[in-house]
């Protein structure tokens, strides 16, 4: 890896909605939504100059919505197993097509989404956009697939709960009957499905309640959950039809020219069926990326295994370092959370905000978006692998609104159409930012631009500095989390401080990491590069190197040796 991989989430639909209105619940007249073509060169350029290297669009494919586009086409879903207004991106109703909603003209959907492909890359990012391969909506049907494509479903025998050779599972010709009403005022009509398929969180009985993913359904790759001896079979030879046909979705959007796939849940489809499908595309394209959403560790090597460029880290480093600025664990446990992969260490994708968590200034996490920034420093510098951040967080984005389905819960809604005012004035409107707001997205350019720029961090050596330095009266590593990168004579001493006071601290450079990271002793120049200012002081492991650190603050040393 030359270039550590910074990827910048944008929920499509809403980042550059420029309509305020925010009225719950509210429809696409009332509330507005944002389009492809809101990314154009200026856009892109700005999402570029933070140091980002890939963009995801997320929701970029047609899924469930209650909004009509049936005059170009375009079926409408039942409100009931609609989850918003909007309707949830993983709930794909055409794989073949795009999110109609993201169009400035909707017959050209399609061509104005190659032109956002071109825009990006003109400008040197690259694009990523959503696979999603568990479940679609229970409405599926595509109306744009290709000549000769065969539909999910089209040939199921639906007598049977599971047959290799269906794309659902099926629930013994029963009807879908949730915990739930499947009546819908809006339309005055009942939603009716028999036989009820299987809910896509794995429900395969036909009554999920409101908190299943019961607008979707489960997409069979040969796996039998439900045999008569109550244990799961795997039914891989012949290669099942779903492979082949979730294979060939693949195919086409890569040849399309997106750069990479962030694949939804895939620790929830066989991993064989992953080694069989990346080997296929990246056959033909052997530099796109697949990023798995893998929360279980031991599955990591498994999911590698069968071919996947990057895991989320969620469950271990996200979850450690979430806890560490909440208060309620101590730097020290970072330590645990790299060793516990560092054999795959450059596989894991590090991040803090996504579409499904908490905002980092939202009162369910930190309440203050400058609490974030050690974590930032932290989750961004410490290894080669890459770094992930999501649209507004660069802002203070506090995720606090109630938008309609989605309540106040600290997440930027993935249902409802909205409009996020620091996304509107941080891309189109610069000059209407907040002090505040300006001095976290400058924050985050500094750290950012270390990360992409600085070639200790995308190809350096690492050295963990905490075992040397434990709890004293010079280095409170009950606050503290220090490391070394390096790379020939560079060096970055990195130091974060995630408590409310300001530390002065003496930090121990162990001889080990002197060999370790085959590195001479001597006075340096050290500058911190999320400052510019400078010290000058011994580099050695019989002296300590003495550090000032602010609240919630971080320095990045560099020097040459």
Not at 73 to 95: L, M
Not at 245 to 260: N, P
Request: glycine residues 6%; contains cysteine; proline residues 5%.
């Amino acid at each position: 890896m030359n270039k550590k991989l910074i990827i910048y989430q944008v929920f499509t639909r809403l980042f550059g909605n420029r309509n305020h209105n925010n009225i719950i619940n509210g429809s696409i007249t009332e509330n507005g939504v944002g389009k492809m073509n809101d990314f154009n060169t200026s856009t892109l350029k700005r999402i570029k100059s933070m140091g980002c290297t890939h963009v995801w669009y997320t929701g970029i494919i047609r899924h469930a919505s209650t909004t009509s586009y049936e005059e170009y086409g375009i079926p409408t879903q039942h409100p009931a197993i609609v989850k918003g207004k909007a309707g949830s991106p993983y709930a794909i109703v055409d794989y073949y097509d795009v999110d109609p909603d993201l169009a400035e003209n909707v017959p050209d959907r399609m061509q104005e989404f190659e032109a956002l492909l071109s825009r990006t890359s003109k400008v040197g990012l690259k694009t990523i956009i959503d696979f999603v391969p568990n479940h679609v909506a229970r409405q599926y049907k595509s109306t744009t697939k290709p000549e000769g494509v065969e539909d999910l479903g089209e040939d199921d025998d639906t007598t049977k709960n599971f047959d290799a050779n269906n794309n659902f599972y099926y629930c013994n010709g029963l009807p879908f009957a949730p915990t739930f009403s499947l009546y819908s005022e809006a339309t005055d009509t009942t939603y009716f499905e028999q036989p009820a398929k299987a809910t896509g969180n794995d429900r395969f009985d036909n009554a999920p309640n409101k908190d299943d993913w019961y607008e979707t359904i489960k997409l069979n790759y040969g796996v039998d959950y439900c045999n008569p001896c109550g244990e799961r079979t795997e039914h891989f030879d012949p290669i099942p039809s779903t492979w082949k046909k979730m294979t060939d979705i693949l195919l086409f959007w890569a040849r399309k020219g997106v750069d990479g796939f962030r694949c939804d849940m895939a620790e929830m489809v066989p991993s064989a069926f992953w080694t069989y499908a990346i080997k296929e595309v990246k056959n033909e394209f052997p530099y796109i990326l697949f990023i798995g959403e893998v929360y279980n560790p031991s599955l990591y090597d498994t999911y590698i295994q069968s071919g996947f460029d990057y895991l989320y880290d969620k469950v271990g480093m996200y979850d450690c370092v979430r806890g560490v600025i909440a208060g309620t664990r101590k730097p020290t446990e970072i330590t645990k959370q790299w060793q516990a992969t560092n054999h795959i260490k450059n596989k894991m994708l590090y991040f803090l905000e996504n579409h499904d968590e908490q905002r980092i200034a939202s009162p369910f996490f930190a309440n203050d978006a400058e609490k974030g920034f050690p974590g930032v420093v932290v989750s961004s510098l410490l290894l080669p692998n890459p770094f992930m951040l999501y649209a507004g967080q660069e802002l203070g984005e506090p995720g606090m609104d109630a938008e309609g389905f989605s309540g106040r819960d600290g997440r930027t809604t993935i249902f409802d159409y909205w409009g996020i005012d620091k996304l509107y004035r941080g891309y189109y409107k610069k000059n209407a930012l907040t002090a505040q707001e300006k001095v976290i997205w400058d924050k985050y350019n500094a750290i950012l631009r270390i990360a992409s720029k600085e070639k200790v961090i995308s190809v350096g050596s690492f050295f963990d500095l905490m075992y040397a330095n434990p709890l004293t009266s010079n280095f409170n590593s009950n606050s503290l989390y220090a490391f070394i990168r390096a790379y020939k004579q560079e060096v970055l001493l990195v130091v974060a401080n995630f408590s409310d006071l300001e530390m002065q601290c003496a930090i121990n450079i162990p001889r080990h990491a002197f060999e370790h990271l085959s590195l001479s002793e001597g006075q340096v120049n050290a500058v911190d590069l999320l400052t510019g200012e400078t010290t000058f002081q011994m580099f050695s492991p019989e002296k300590p190197f003495k550090v000032g650190i602010d609240p919630y603050g971080a320095r990045v040393y560099k020097f040459i040796l």
